[in-house]
DNA sequence: GAAAAACTAATGTCAGACATTTAAAGTTTT
DNA sequence: AAAACTTTAAATGTCTGACATTAGTTTTTC
């Protein structure tokens, strides 16, 4: 009898959660190299092209890494801040456009996480953020510039806040909620006049941060989302 | 003359990255199915083992699953908030464990969030909410729990405070941040006293939570991280 | 002793075969 | 005509064995 409560899950799955689990649980550590596909189909007892098929979903989610050559293989990588920010912002990028998720819900959730970020950017923000943020405002206000190159910049900008807490885990976290919302973003048609209303909010926020005040910080997001989401509710309707 | 600019990167990576734009970019939409693998191969002008290294892959980036039978195929996977939501808690584990991120900057990182979550739940936590971190309380409470039983629940709790925003991206962020600390709060034993002291924090914010009185619970999330970086500091000493 | 050549062990790719699964079409029975 | 069974076809899953490519290591040559 097959079992029942496993569904026969293929083979290179099974094999790709298993070196997961002993990834994940420290059993492999970074840098050590996995046996060869060659041993690890024996110890596995299935051919190489199946192990070869778990290794690759194992690459695919960067656990590991493979080299050619004498004494390549396959050794566990250390993932780092720049791979698990890119594996995210294509999850949520999806994870919003394909789950009618509303413009309304993927707002609120961004500035409610970045307010998170306002104290702490008050506090230690480097003059390297607020040259940042100086600059991107600048560039917002040139003339001529199209509505995606604004929200690229207005990312950018949003970005520059968050490091200013110089808290890594933080970027990363936030990078997901911030570049998620660009797609969305790119639906919206900045007139003249929403752009100016936007770039005096994000000057107001930059002395906020320069003055390290963090309640300014926060109302100063709390009006930029309320801008945001009046912008948006125009174009939706 | 071989690609200068492309180190001969491998075929199955180039393909699963084509079909990967092709997602993202919504060229492909959502339970379309993809050419068979016979087809893919011709196309491309690879192998079809080339091509399954490929789908495989894509498929642990839950960006396609596939089906066998005689309508089988390879299908756009609609990304659910679950699946992202497993795949981010693994990312972000394996950041923290790999990358010497220290207990103190996850922990400010994830209290930051967590309080930026207190506004909307005050305003919207439903009965439910407040049942499950009463229960978490209750749990907690018991004698002679381990002390990864204790973690466990005190995450259920920081959940359902979380949930309590009724925004799920929110909660699906969030999920990243709580869970992936879970290993370092392991490494804390929690003494009967310091229990005590956690406990009653987690009253006090679900008091502020029913009383929907924001202020307060921002302020009991502060105190409990200040807590809980008490006792890191003692057992890393 | 340094440069060049040969060796070697690993991954990357290919071709073809067979196994298994699944839905649909066809056939028989009632 | 409906129901039950059988066959078929198309797809993925797996295996085998071969060859190509890569990159250290060793040996040879000058």
Tied chains: 1, 2.
Excluded: W
């Excluded at 050590?32 to 092209?49: G, T």
């Excluded at 040259?131 to 600048?138: K, L, S, W, Y």
């Amino acid at each position: 009898m097959k079992s029942n409560l496993v569904p026969t899950v293929d083979l290179s799955a099974q094999i790709a959660a298993n070196i997961r689990d002993a990834i994940v649980s420290g059993a492999l550590i970074v840098d050590e190299r996995l046996p060869s596909e060659a041993e690890l189909a024996q110890k596995f007892e299935v051919s190489r092209a199946t192990v070869r098929e778990a290794l690759k979903r194992l690459a695919a989610q960067s656990l590991i890494r493979t080299q050619r050559g004498a004494t390549g293989g396959a050794f566990v990588n250390r993932i780092s801040f720049e791979a698990a920010q890119a594996q995210q912002i294509t999850t949520s990028t999806l994870l919003l456009s394909m789950n009618d998720v509303s413009f309304e819900t993927a707002c609120e959730a961004r500035y409610a996480l970045e307010r998170a970020c306002a104290p702490l950017s008050a506090q230690r923000r480097k003059p390297s953020h607020i040259d940042v943020m100086r600059a991107e405002i600048a560039r917002q206000g040139q003339q001529g510039l199209s509505d995606e190159a604004f929200c690229a910049s207005d990312v950018a900008f949003h970005r520059a806040l968050v490091d200013g807490a110089c808290n890594p885990v933080l970027s990363y976290q936030l990078a997901g909620a911030v570049e998620a919302m660009q797609p969305l973003m790119n639906m919206i048609t900045f007139s003249a006049r929403s752009r100016d209303a936007i770039i005096a909010l994000h000057v107001t926020i930059t002395d906020a941060v320069q003055a390290q005040d963090a309640a300014l910080i926060g109302s100063g997001l709390t009006a930029l989302e309320a801008e945001t989401q009046t912008l948006a509710r125009r174009v939706f309707a």
